[in-house]
């Protein structure tokens, strides 16, 4: 079947999406031309709002609309335990659990010599820093068991070798190279409670 130009684009744009192929984007694309105007004009006004505005926050690096997140400000948070994220779709896998009280330090990616990305591509000079103004931190390393996340595992605990900063990493349930944002509740909550010191 082929579909009129407009309507192939949009089908087009919801194919880019993780998990939608192409029957799946077909049946969104023709349930969003069933929507009232006004609802798609609202729905693309906030991909653009959403797209012009969310950043990363300043300490930790995860998504916000402010200069600092929620979570950095949130002063009932411990300010001396932070868990150490490839990107900001895993912090809000945490906050799922509803019992961790930590902070969070996003990386935004994962050091790789295959893919010529070094320490300094990544967030971690801005880790270091606020590693060195805390008084006996723990570091929680939530990175996947790829190569990529065993190299940047391996670099931070080396660079913090000699420092007061205790560093730890999920417990081994959790499915070797799975994404952090993708791991069910239970599983994840349970990692993080029998999570392994590696470092102190």
């Known amino acids: 079947m082929v579909y009129p130009k407009k309507l192939e684009d949009i089908i087009e744009f919801y194919k880019k999406l ?7 984007a077909e049946r969104m694309a023709l349930a969003t031309l069933e929507l009232p105007f006004e609802q798609i004009n609202n729905f693309s006004l906030s991909l653009v709002e959403a797209k ?17 997140c929620d979570i950095c400000n949130d002063e009932t948070r411990d300010k001396n335990l932070i868990c150490v994220l490839e990107d900001y ?3 809000f896998a945490f906050e ?8 969070y330090h996003v ?31 723990e570091l929680i390393l939530a990175l996947k068991s790829n190569i990529e996340g065993e190299t940047t595992t391996l670099f931070i605990t080396k660079i913090l070798e000699g420092k007061d900063v205790l560093i730890s990493r ?22 993080l409670d029998d999570r392994k010191q590696i470092s102190e």
């Open 170 to 191: 999920l417990s081994y349930g959790i499915p070797i190279g799975a994404d952090i944002d993708y791991i069910d509740v239970m599983t994840l909550d349970k990692a």
């Open 89 to 91: 779709k895993s912090v």
């Open 107 to 137: 990386l935004n990616g994962l050091i790789s010599p295959t893919e010529d990305i070094g320490y300094e591509d990544i967030n971690l000079t801005s880790l270091i820093e606020r590693v060195e103004k805390l008084e006996k931190p």
């Open 52 to 68: 012009e505005h969310l950043k990363p926050c300043k300490i930790c690096g995860h998504i916000t609309d402010k200069e600092i």
């Open 96 to 103: 799922k659990l509803g019992n961790y009280r930590g902070n």
């Open 18 to 24: 993780p998990g939608i192929g192409e029957k799946s």
